[in-house]
């Protein structure tokens, strides 16, 4: 049975697409954290560290399925030809995930791509030789920001995600916060890379937030000063990480995080 999250009119239902090792240590991830962050992050998500002692990735998308339809938040690892098979444990199993799920591709009307790493855009389009969107009837929306710094981040994303995206008529780019049409609300949050993004839904004084890569790992939520090797921009990451970590509007946050453990965090 697929996790699921229920606030309000909102299920937010966890999609697993494949679970690995990270290419590097966590040590050399994030070279800053203690013995003791350590001990306290294994302690709080032990699931993370593999028998070989390697940092173990979960890689998951998120559905977010309401009264008017469904959003995707991330498109995870991809098929056996993606962008992330060099290092990255493809095939993926999101459509398997989303069947189970009872999620037809055809039934999503919104893609949010966090960012355009390339085990978050993986089953954003399919087709190979003749690319098109996996999810034919949805608007995939990426922050202007992260589109202006594609070609210097990895042109492999460019041309196999975003160039057919557009042919399709399918990519919409948005500049900042921007509020959907079913409620929920798209969040910038720079810093791991230029225009990455995060989804927040609420209900009364329950807020729900899709953080893509807001934080990675654990060490990171239970000390969101400490940087990833991985980021673009240390401070603007640790900005927008405390700044949805202690959103004051809310009796209950819930974070769902692609790469820990447990999908669903509730602080």
């Known amino acids: 049975m697929l996790p699921v999250l229920q606030v309000g009119p909102y299920t937010v239902i966890a999609l697993a697409d494949g679970v690995g090792p990270f290419f590097s240590s966590r040590a050399e991830a994030f070279p800053e954290a203690t013995t003791e962050q350590w001990a306290a992050a294994d302690r709080f998500d032990p699931g993370a560290v593999g028998p070989d002692g390697r940092w173990r990735l979960q890689f998951r998308a998120?559905?977010?399925?309401?009264?008017?339809?469904?959003?995707?938040?991330?498109?995870?690892?991809?098929?056996?030809d993606s962008p992330a098979a060099s290092w990255a444990p493809v095939p993926g199993e999101l459509p398997a995930a989303l069947a189970a799920a009872g999620i037809e591709p055809s039934a999503v009307d919104t893609v949010v791509l966090t960012h355009l790493h390339t085990d978050h855009v993986g089953w954003a389009v399919a087709g190979g030789a003749q690319p098109r969107p996996f999810f034919p009837n949805a608007e995939y929306l990426v922050q202007q920001a992260e589109f202006d710094a594609l070609e210097e981040a990895d042109p492999r994303v460019r041309s196999a995600v975003i160039d057919p995206l557009r042919e399709a008529?399918?990519?919409?780019?948005?500049?900042?916060?921007?509020?959907?049409?079913?409620?929920?609300?798209?969040v910038a949050t720079p810093g791991h890379t230029p225009g990455h993004q995060s989804v927040l839904v609420a209900s009364g004084r329950e807020r729900v937030a899709v953080t893509g890569d807001l934080l990675?790992?654990?060490?990171?939520?239970?000390?969101?000063?400490?940087?990833?090797?991985?980021?673009?921009?240390?401070?603007?990451?640790?900005?927008?990480?405390?700044?949805?970590?202690?959103?004051?509007?809310?009796?209950?946050?819930?974070?769902?995080?692609?790469?820990l453990t447990e999908p669903f965090i509730t602080r």
């Open 169 to 186: 008529g399918r990519l919409r780019l948005l500049d900042g916060d921007t509020s959907l049409r079913r409620g929920e609300r798209v």
């Open 216 to 259: 990675v790992h654990a060490v990171q939520l239970l000390h969101p000063e400490l940087a990833y090797a991985h980021e673009r921009d240390p401070a603007r990451a640790r900005a927008s990480r405390e700044r949805v970590l202690r959103r004051r509007n809310a009796d209950t946050l819930h974070l769902a995080t692609p790469h």
């Open 62 to 80: 998120f559905a977010i399925r309401g009264d008017r339809g469904v959003t995707l938040v991330d498109a995870g690892i991809g098929p056996a």
